[in-house]
């Protein structure tokens, strides 16, 4: 029993919760609040694609994706002014989106039309690399805000990586 629950996909509605619990989460620690619910993110995604298995190309890739695989980009992003509300939200392919992170949607346009002058090889390769530069970088985030918040209540901060540890060359 419990294997076949292992391979249900998740409901349309489901998928929206996830989503939209993430996204308050992620806003809280900015001291953000979701101006809208998430009733009304669903009647959104549904208004924009009709339904959740309709396929759509991707704004920035052109490749086809459902609402079911979609990621939430905002797309002038918040650290640049962008508000928090459906206006500001774009369903969008998660390589593209980790491609994207914090960039303006001109410059991500401009970093796009570049790899696609590339040969084909090599653009992948571009592409790989820049999703996981943005991972590690949002990892980094993470981890400075968390070492500036055990500073800020004055407890000892250990760092147990050092350059000996990890690697001679480091």
């Given at each position: 029993m419990k294997c076949a629950n292992a391979l249900r996909q998740p409901t349309f509605r489901e998928r929206v919760h996830g989503i939209y619990s993430r996204m308050k989460d992620r806003l809280k620690k900015d001291k953000i609040i979701i101006p809208f619910t998430e009733r009304e993110l669903e009647a959104w995604l549904l208004a924009r694609r009709g339904s959740p298995d309709k396929p759509y190309q991707c704004r920035y890739c052109t490749?086809?994706?459902?609402?079911?695989?979609?990621?939430?980009?905002?797309?002038?992003?918040?650290?640049?002014?962008?508000?928090?509300?459906?206006?500001?939200?774009?369903?969008?392919?998660?390589?593209?989106?980790?491609?994207?992170?914090?960039?303006?949607?001109?410059?991500f346009e401009k970093t796009i039309a570049f790899m696609r002058t590339l040969p084909p090889k090599c653009a992948t390769?571009?592409?790989?690399?820049?999703?996981?530069?943005?991972?590690?970088?949002?990892?980094?985030?993470?981890?400075?805000?968390?070492?500036?918040?055990?500073?800020?209540?004055?407890?000892?901060v250990r760092i147990d990586r050092t350059p000996e540890k990890e690697n001679a060359s480091w």
């Open positions: 490749g086809w994706i459902t609402l079911m695989v979609c990621v939430l980009d905002h797309y002038i992003p918040l650290k640049q002014n962008g508000g928090a509300g459906l206006a500001n939200l774009d369903d969008i392919c998660e390589a593209c989106n980790d491609i994207k992170g914090g960039l303006m949607p001109e410059s390769d571009m592409r790989t690399r820049l999703q996981r530069a943005n991972k590690h970088a949002g990892q980094v985030r993470s981890m400075m805000g968390r070492l500036m918040a055990m500073e800020a209540k004055n407890k000892p």
